[in-house]
């Protein structure tokens, strides 16, 4: 990277080195990872969803591709915050020291939450929380705290009681009105709003009538849901005054760029890490490119540049 | 004979040959000499066919031989993305693949005879393993089952290697008539196996893997789930085992049967 | 098609020959595809959106490719339905005589639907209307009216006093719980609904910064959004009794089988017209197709026949 | 010479040549019979290269050229669909094309002597009008620009069949240094037009169609917009005119200079 371009960018007081981080649930913990890609170049690893008690997941068959995207509804299997802390803390100790990281956090209620970071404020190494409240894969908890204001403001209010920390509220896409929803949540203290997770849809196999997923429904992602994702991006980061970052289907440079441009601070690589387990650098270096060809010299220039 | 597998790569990769070989079958050669130098038999390799596709995620192969330069793939046709691959032409420098990937074939030290039972299309992860252990002068059983004569795949690489190829097909028209479970057990009355291998629908190595057990005969099991990652990352393909469950693609795709909990059909029924 | 195959659907008291229809504003009123179709083949023609005043639409550009999809904000731009009732019903009168049309109305307000309504009603080979409380692509009115159960269930009564024709509500997925704007209008009187109409988006061009359409946010169709309206129209239908038409993606067969399963009566093609000039008697052909391979003597069978 | 065009239909297509003809452009050679045999010049065909690609739209191209069963596009490589176009080998038979559509260049009773005004690309759908026109004992005079020499497309059709070729370039490698207004006032200076007939940038559409209406010529342009139908159903395309939207996919894309108000970019703008 050339000396000229500053790609550090801020989330409230977290400083990253580059605006490129991976999106929770595709990218495991990094190890798997580790084999191709350099994870000291991520701006932040951003982990699966971290539960206080084991969850089993859902049924089989868990994903389904769709024209541009999948669907998936694995449904947070992890094995408890104890598990996560021994295993994937430890390893991401050890191997990625100088990569910030953003625990991904999963609950049945305001109380499960909670309990997952008391815990994780036992422990260093742990940059920010992105706290779930979007995930359409479970029953309880899940995707309900996230399409509701009071709720949504309700398990922000309670993390943010529970930690220091930089504090993310990751917002659903399944809603009448994001804008209002991330205002909530900023009222209640979160330092920054992530979105989007995925959008709920479901996939049928004509010829044996049966839904592909044993849950019926998922979550889409992917290529085909940027267009969606831009849009709250763009409605969510003119409306709040806390940092957004951006996702759903980046999977290169320009795409990184647009997002940017929509007006988020930092942008995370999900579904693309799946078709090429290098794409969370590509995404970099696609942007560092940008960039240079276009005379950036700070890559958080780009936040909210989007001329209308 | 079970070293850790070779770390994964991305490799791309260009079609030497593309042939159907049956009815809604092909053999794809490809030239990829990385993975061709480490995958070990009953690794597969995650195949991109194309960058500007609909359909995005890759798709799981098992490496059905390798030698030199040359990875071969034995696929069948089924949907969009096979469909593709059928039309992939030599000289095509359009994909890549992540591998070699998983567990493959266990093989125990000492090992000197192997029941290999292939059912369909499960051949394509045992031609490796049956050319590498003939290599090593173990003797190699084998018992193939198919729907009909002409989807009975590999059958010269098996009869090369092997010193019993036993046939089954389910409308007679080549061997016995009716299911491999038939030479399965003539083959486990007649002889004594140290190991057993098999790979094929699952309803098949239940069955199968049943018979292993009651004889005795320590049996692995080649699973095939939805895969998106193939690294281990997305837990997409997970297999119910005794210990919980376990990601196909890097605890896999080789299990040891008696640690398989067979409770969940997880591949679309229509494959 | 085989005599023993029935592909006939009804539609609360509107029987149409077979469930394939037009997805409204894709398929103008038929005429740019007489050159590639039979149109006495179709299902039903569903017209464009017709307001009781011209309407001039938005800026260009208007359109923007997206993976495996695109966005629109075309605005309804449409000759208002004086000239509609002398050229396209007209024309339709002497073309498509056979064919069931369904005329889609728009309005700023609900006085305004119901003036287009009003002055239908004088006219004759109309054989229902579906009234667009869903287009993302209008400042007042428009998606508006389907975002929220009151006004929903607002429109709907008010066209349904105006009219006794079979009346459709076009609903909008860019809400939280589409199940309950569909109760709303149900109990409101609609003798039908119709979903999905497109997902609010977005395209950005990194290299000069500026969104791809003038009017920056628009409507997402195509393949890209076929699982989120396979989802909602698999709720919908099994949450209340009025039929349902599904759309989203529609371009084969198999589409037409999986969203009847979830739960359709009908199904309308869209963005695969603009594909495919001879999309919709694809699907038809593939519907029926399906049928004699799969043993189904009726269409209408398929109907909710998803099995769980 | 104005008949009304005939009707559009989906027609098959295989790739006879497709070759790079400069830094960024290449010429296309499609095998298309039924469209080559009713094809006007100025119309246009609109072009499925996959179907199971992400980039799901058509795109539209001007048949540069028409002769026998074959129609010829020349075209500029821009985004995802032009560089899938450029990978197309012969013998490929994935594509096929809706057409011929819209209202091509009108060719007035007793026309003695046209301009023909190209810029950069804006030649594609001018050289069937010149061979069609030369054919007819019309008298061709050709003002040309590019940005650079190497970038002057369709050099030998205009050289065969015009008169006059007056060339500008950007930077001055061939012909006079700037913009193709150049030429086209010199020519206006000189000689006497019964029409003119221009395709390009719109910004240079614009300017050239000013300078005619100065010279009191009149002038037909071909103006290009993001088009996802083609056929009119969509108005994803619109012109404004005089008279209000247009489309231009049938309406247009040729239409009289004077009707159309220059008052909307619609193109992406980074083409
Ligand atoms: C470890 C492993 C090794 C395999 N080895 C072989 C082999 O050597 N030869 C061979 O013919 N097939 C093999 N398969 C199955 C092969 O991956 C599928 O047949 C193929 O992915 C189908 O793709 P499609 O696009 O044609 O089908 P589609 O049904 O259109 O695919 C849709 C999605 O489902 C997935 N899928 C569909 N069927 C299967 C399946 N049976 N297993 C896993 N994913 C599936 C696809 O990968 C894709 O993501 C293997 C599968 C696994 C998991
Ligand atoms: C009537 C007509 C005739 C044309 N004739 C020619 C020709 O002979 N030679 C030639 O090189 N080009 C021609 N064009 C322009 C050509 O259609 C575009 O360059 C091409 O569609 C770009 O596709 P892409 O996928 O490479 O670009 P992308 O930017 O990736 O395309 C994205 C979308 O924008 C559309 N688009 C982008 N640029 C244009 C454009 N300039 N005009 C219309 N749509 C555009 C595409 O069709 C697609 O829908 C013509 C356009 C029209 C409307
Ligand atoms: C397989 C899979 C698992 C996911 N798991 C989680 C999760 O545990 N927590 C979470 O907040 N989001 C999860 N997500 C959502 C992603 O983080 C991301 O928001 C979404 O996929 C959109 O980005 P993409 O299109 O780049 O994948 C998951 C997505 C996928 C595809
Ligand atoms: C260009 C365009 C114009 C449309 N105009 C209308 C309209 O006038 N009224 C309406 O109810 N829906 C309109 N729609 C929405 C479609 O009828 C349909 O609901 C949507 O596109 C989803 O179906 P598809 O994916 O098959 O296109 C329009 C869609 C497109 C793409
Ligand atoms: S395929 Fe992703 S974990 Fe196995
Ligand atoms: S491109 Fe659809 S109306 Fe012109």
Redesign the interface.
């Given at each position: 990277m050339s000396v000229n371009l500053d790609m550090s960018v801020k989330l409230g007081t977290l400083e990253l080195a580059n605006p490129v981080m991976t999106a929770s649930?595709?990218?495991?913990s990094g190890r798997?990872?580790a084999?191709?890609i350099d994870l000291s170049r991520l701006g932040a690893i951003v982990t699966k969803g971290v539960s206080s008690e084991p969850w089993?997941?859902n049924?089989?068959?868990?994903?389904?591709?769709t024209?541009?995207?999948?669907l998936?509804s694995?449904g947070l299997?992890n094995p408890g915050v104890e598990a996560f802390i021994k295993k994937d803390l430890a390893w991401l100790a050890e191997h990625a020291a100088d990569t910030p990281v953003i625990v991904n956090v999963s609950g049945h209620s305001v109380d499960d939450y909670v309990r997952v970071i008391d815990r994780l404020e036992e422990e260093d190494a742990i940059d920010a929380y992105e706290v779930n409240i979007s995930c359409p894969n479970v029953d309880e908890g899940g995707m309900a705290f996230g399409t509701d204001c009071l709720s949504a403001a309700r398990v922000a209010a309670s993390c943010r009681a529970a930690t220091d920390r930089t504090l993310i509220v990751k917002l659903s896409p399944n809603v009448t009105d994001i804008v209002s929803i991330a205002r909530s949540v900023q009222d209640a203290g979160a330092d920054a709003v992530s979105l989007i997770n995925t959008l709920l849809g479901m996939a049928i196999?004509a010829?044996?009538r049966?839904p592909?997923l044993a849950r019926v429904v998922g979550g889409l992602s992917?290529?085909a849901i940027k267009p969606v994702a831009l849009r709250m991006v763009w409605q969510v980061s003119s409306a709040v005054d806390i940092p957004v970052i951006g996702m759903g289907g980046v999977r290169n440079g320009a795409d990184a760029v647009e997002f940017m441009l929509a007006g988020a601070s930092a942008v995370a690589v999900g579904?693309a890490?799946?078709?090429?387990?290098?794409a969370a650098i590509r995404v970099l270096d696609g942007l560092a490119e940008y960039c240079r060809e276009h005379g950036v010299s700070r890559a958080s220039e780009l936040t909210g540049a989007l001329e209308l | 004979m079970t070293a850790k597998p070779s770390?994964?790569?991305?490799e791309a990769v260009s079609v030497v040959a593309n042939d159907r070989i049956t009815e809604g079958v092909g053999l794809m050669v490809l030239r990829a000499p990385k993975v061709a130098a480490t995958v070990r038999p009953g690794q597969f390799v995650h195949l991109?066919l194309?960058t500007?596709?609909?359909?995005?995620?890759?798709r799981p192969f098992s490496v059905h031989r390798a030698s030199g330069d040359h990875v071969e793939l034995l696929y069948q046709v089924l949907g969009?993305g096979t469909l593709?691959m059928a039309e992939k032409r030599p000289g095509d420098t359009s994909m890549d693949v992540?591998g070699p990937l998983g567990h493959g074939w266990v093989i125990p030290d000492g090992l000197r005879h192997a029941l290999l039972v292939a059912g369909g299309l499960g051949a394509a992860p045992l031609g490796m393993l049956a050319e590498h252990l003939a290599g090593h002068g173990v003797a190699v059983s084998i018992a193939q089952g198919a729907p009909t004569a002409t989807r009975l795949v590999a059958r010269q690489l098996f009869k090369r290697v092997a010193r019993v190829v036993e046939v089954a097909t389910d409308d007679g028209s080549a061997g016995e008539r009716g299911l491999v479970t038939g030479p399965v057990a003539r083959l486990l009355a007649t002889e004594r196996f140290d190991v057993a291998y098999t790979c094929g629908p699952e309803a098949m190595q239940r069955v199968v893997a049943g018979m292993l057990a009651e004889a005795g005969v320590p049996c692995q099991v080649s699973l095939e789930?939805?895969m998106?990652?193939?690294?281990?990352?997305?837990?997409?393909c997970?297999v119910t085992t005794r210990d919980?469950?376990k990601r196909a693609c890097?605890d896999g795709p080789v299990f040891n049967a008696e640690e398989v909990l067979w409770d969940?059909s997880?591949?679309?029924?229509?494959h």
């Open positions: 649930g595709t990218f495991a798997e990872f084999d191709f089993p997941g049924a089989s068959p868990r994903v389904a591709e024209a541009s995207g999948m998936n694995i299997q196999d010829s044996t049966k592909m992917g290529p579904t890490n799946f078709v090429d387990p290098t | 770390k994964p790569i991305i991109r194309d500007h596709s609909e359909t995005i995620l890759r969009a593709h992540v789930r939805l998106a990652c193939g690294i281990g990352a997305c837990l997409s997970v919980g469950f890097v969940a997880q591949i679309p029924p229509k």
